[in-house]
C-alpha cells in the first residue's frame, strides 16, 4: 500500500514569508507526528496527533508554527514569517495506533529553504 | 546533557567487518527503544525494535543495558550497503520517540 507522502517536496521562500507544508499519512494510522531535521542532526519532535484528541503542541519551537489535522487524515503544517533558521528538512511520520511500541512511519520530508 | 547520545563517528570500517554503536539515554522510565536507518537525503527507516532481552536479526543484533542506560546495534560482516547513518530513539514519553543525532557508517570496499 501506499506510504506516507509529503508536499512540497522542496520549498524555497523568502524571510518573512508564510509556508504550508502538508502530509498524508498512510490510510488508518490514527498517530501522526512531525518532526524537524536540521543538516547533520537528529529529529526533533514538533507536535503529535492522536484521533480527534488534542494535539501535543509541546515541540512546536514559536508561535510561528502550527498544525492542523483535519477530518483525522491529511495534516498541514503552517510556518508564519519564516526565519532563516527553519531552514530544514520537516519530517511527517504515522503510526497504526498510541502505543509506545508502535513503529512510526515517516515521509519523504519537505526540504525548506528561507533565503 | 542530552536526552539521547551517540557518537556522530563517522565510522569507517573495511567489508566484513564487526561494527557496534552505542547509544545513551537520560531517562530512566524510557520503555521502547528503536534503531532506525536513514540515507542520505532519505527518511529514517526502522532497522529493529530493541527488546529488553536483546533481539537479532540475521547480521544485526542489538542490545538493552537498562543499568547503565544504553543500547547498542552491532553490524556482523558488514555490507557496502550498511553504509548509512543509524539514528537510535527512545521514548520520551507515552507518545513521542526522542531521537539521537545519528552514527554515520561507512563500509570501505
Not at chain 1, 499519512?25 to 524537524?36: C, D, K, V
Not at chain 1, 483525522?72 to 503552517?78: A, F, N, Q, R, Y
Not at chain 2, 542490545?63 to 552491532?74: D, E, M
Request: aromatic fraction near 10%; include cysteine.
Amino acid at each position: 500500500g501506499a506510504g506516507v507522502s509529503q508536499s512540497p517536496s522542496n520549498k524555497v521562500t523568502e524571510k518573512g514569508k508564510d509556508v504550508e507544508l502538508r502530509c498524508d499519512p498512510i490510510s488508518g494510522h490514527t498517530a501522526l507526528y512531525w518532526y524537524r531535521q536540521s543538516l547533520g542532526q537528529g529529529l526533533e519532535f514538533l507536535i503529535y496527533f492522536q484521533g480527534n484528541s488534542a494535539p501535543d503542541k509541546s515541540g512546536l519551537p514559536s508561535d510561528r508554527f502550527s498544525a492542523e489535522r483535519t477530518g483525522g487524515s491529511v495534516s498541514t503544517l503552517t510556518i508564519q514569517r519564516t526565519q532563516q533558521e527553519d531552514s530544514a528538512v520537516y519530517l511527517c511520520a504515522s503510526s497504526v495506533g498510541t502505543s509506545r511500541y508502535n513503529e512510526q512511519f515517516f515521509g519523504p520530508g519537505t526540504r525548506l529553504t528561507v533565503l | 546533557r542530552k536526552e539521547v547520545e551517540q557518537d556522530p563517528g563517522p565510522f569507517n570500517v573495511p567489508e566484513g567487518a564487526t561494527v557496534a554503536f552505542n547509544c545513551t539515554y537520560s531517562n530512566s522510565a524510557s520503555q521502547s527503544f528503536f534503531w532506525y536507518r536513514q540515507d542520505c537525503r532519505k527518511e529514517p527507516k526502522l532497522l529493529m525494535s530493541v527488546y529488553s532481552s536483546g533481539n537479532e536479526d540475521g547480521r544485526f543484533t542489538a542490545q538493552l543495558n537498562r543499568a547503565s542506560q544504553y543500547i547498542s546495534l552491532l553490524i556482523r560482516d558488514s555490507k557496502l550497503s550498511d553504509s548509512a547513518t543509524y539514528l537510535c530513539a527512545v521514548d520520551g514519553s507515552a507518545r513521542q520517540l526522542t531521537f539521537g543525532s545519528g552514527t554515520q557508517l561507512t563500509v570501505l570496499p
